[in-house]
C-alpha cells in the first residue's frame, strides 16, 4: 500500500495570490471582484481574513490524523493504478479552529478531489489571531497524493 504524502506546510507565498482561484458561491469581496485570498471577504455576514492580515496565523495541532484520514478516504481504485497528484484547497479556518467551509482551487487529477476535501475536515488549528482575538482565517494548503 503507498503511503500518502501530506505537505504540512501553510503556503505563504505570494505567488500563490496570483493564480486567482475563483471564489466559492456564499463568500464575496468588497466591490463584488477580487481574489479569493482577497482580505475583504465575507463568509455567512462574518469577516474572514487573510493570512497576511492575523497576528498569528492558524496552526495545524492533528497532522497525524489527517495522515491517516488522508489513507483511509483514497479511492481503492486509484491506488490500485497508483495515481498521484496535488489538489491545492483553500478553506476557512473559524475562531475555534475548525476547517469550515472548503474548495479545491486547483488540482492535478480530479479524481482525488472529494476525497481531499472529506479527508481535511479531520484538521484542527489553533486559530488566527489579530489583536490577541481569535478571528475566521482563510488558508491554503497543499495535499499531495
Known amino acids: 500500500?503507498?503511503?500518502?504524502?501530506?505537505?504540512?506546510?501553510?503556503?505563504?507565498?505570494?505567488?500563490?495570490?496570483?493564480?486567482?482561484?475563483a471564489v466559492p458561491q456564499g463568500y464575496e469581496?468588497?466591490?463584488?471582484a477580487g481574489l479569493a485570498?482577497?482580505?475583504?471577504?465575507?463568509?455567512?455576514?462574518?469577516?474572514?481574513?487573510?493570512?497576511?492580515e492575523v497576528d498569528q496565523a492558524p496552526h495545524p495541532t492533528n497532522i497525524a490524523a489527517l495522515r491517516q484520514?488522508?489513507?483511509?478516504?483514497?479511492?481503492?481504485?486509484?491506488?490500485?493504478v497508483s495515481v498521484k497528484g496535488v489538489v491545492q484547497v483553500a478553506f476557512v479556518v473559524s475562531e475555534q479552529g475548525e476547517v469550515g467551509r472548503a474548495w479545491?482551487?486547483?488540482?492535478?487529477?480530479?479524481r482525488i478531489n472529494q476525497a481531499t476535501l472529506q479527508a481535511i475536515r479531520v484538521l484542527r488549528f489553533r486559530p488566527g489571531r489579530v489583536n490577541g482575538r481569535a478571528v475566521p482565517t482563510r488558508v491554503l494548503l497543499p495535499i499531495h497524493w
Open 69 to 80: 484520514e488522508l489513507e483511509r478516504v483514497y479511492p481503492s481504485m486509484l491506488r490500485d
Open 104 to 110: 479545491v482551487t486547483s488540482s492535478s487529477d480530479p
Open 37 to 52: 485570498m482577497d482580505a475583504d471577504s465575507i463568509a455567512d455576514g462574518v469577516r474572514v481574513y487573510a493570512l497576511e
Open 1 to 21: 500500500m503507498k503511503r500518502v504524502v501530506f505537505a504540512a506546510a501553510l503556503l505563504f507565498a505570494t505567488s500563490l495570490r496570483a493564480q486567482e482561484p
Open 29 to 32: 469581496t468588497r466591490g463584488g
